[in-house]
């Protein structure tokens, strides 16, 4: 969070992507400033969980959240264009060479050449 306001990004709503976004909780303070958020999460209980969040307590609007294995979301989709990728510890729960892989879809695939951070 203290990035989050050191670096301004309260004043400046952009696309915000996160892998293994669980229930939407790291989205919220993105999505509470106007930013699109999307979600990718695994266990499609949380998915549920995140999108009720979402919609009915915080009554958000400009969010999705897609049920996927993040590598296999980073392999196959196009064009999400984030222009911030959140990674939040589920890098621990994948090899070093599926890391790679999983970085250079994203580049190749949603055009996140000049992502402004990682987190």
Request: aromatic share 14%; no cysteine.
């Amino acid at each position: 969070m203290r990035y989050f306001f050191k670096n301004n990004l309260d004043k400046t709503p952009q696309k915000v992507l996160e892998l293994g976004s669980n229930n939407g909780n790291n989205l919220s303070l993105f999505a509470s400033y106007g930013y699109e958020t999307i979600g990718v999460e695994l266990d499609a209980t949380n998915i549920k969980n995140a999108n009720f969040n979402f919609k009915n307590i915080y009554k958000f609007k400009n969010y999705s959240f897609i049920n996927a294995d993040m590598r296999d979301f980073a392999r196959n989709t196009n064009g999400i264009k984030a222009d911030i990728l959140l990674i939040p510890n589920v890098i621990n729960y994948i090899t070093k060479h599926d890391f790679t892989e999983l970085l250079s879809n994203l580049r190749q695939n949603q055009d996140m050449g000049g992502v402004a951070g990682y987190f």
